[in-house]
């Protein structure tokens, strides 16, 4: 035999590693793959990036909601959870504010706009709300009276179950 348990990995740079430290090491890039995001990318990949991240939490409920409040078009007689991510994550940004304003306002900090709007050499003070406007802004979303709340959300805060499809 090769003298090398299967539990074990040769790294390149000839480091020998149990699999389950090269696996966490192998998450822990992919977290900070992920983290590059927030700041390597312009606002027009981050957004519709985290309005997935946002709306993967999303209920059928919620997701029904939202289509029925922002008119949204569904294209299937009777969608499954799947058709109604499609539909409300394939509208033009600019027809959702106020979903696009909770998925960046739920995903990210104050901290991560604020690197995103010096990159974009756009103006960083105020609050939260003001940051997230202007990081909208700079991809053409009009700020909105309408913030987004998902029924699942504000359920949680009141302590109240949620209604469930059958």
């Known amino acids: 035999s090769s003298g090398i348990n299967a539990e074990w990995s040769l790294r390149p ?4 590693m ?9 998450e822990e890039e992919e ?6 995001v927030y700041t390597d990318s312009p606002a027009d990949i981050i957004v519709p990036t985290m309005l ?24 299937v007689k009777r969608p499954k959870k799947a058709d109604l991510l499609r539909c409300v994550s394939g509208a033009p940004l600019t027809q959702i504010p ?7 306002d739920k995903t990210m900090t104050a901290s991560d706009i604020k690197t995103n709007l010096t990159t974009a050499n756009l103006k960083t003070t105020g609050s939260k709300k003001d940051l997230i406007w ?13 913030v987004w709340e998902m029924g699942s959300e504000v359920a949680k805060k009141k302590k109240v179950p949620t209604a469930t499809l059958r």
């Not at 106020?98 to 960046?104: K, L, S």
Request: proline share 0%.
């Open 13 to 16: 740079g000839g480091q020998v």
């Open 31 to 36: 977290e900070r793959k992920e983290e590059a």
């Open 98 to 104: 106020g979903i696009v304003y909770a998925a960046i």
């Open 52 to 75: 997935q991240k946002y709306l993967s939490k999303a209920l059928v409920v919620d997701l029904q909601q939202m289509i029925s409040t922002y008119k949204i078009k569904v294209d």
């Open 134 to 146: 202007r990081f909208l802004g700079s991809i053409g979303i009009s700020e909105s009276n309408e």
């Open 18 to 26: 149990s699999v389950d430290t090269v696996s966490q090491l192998e």
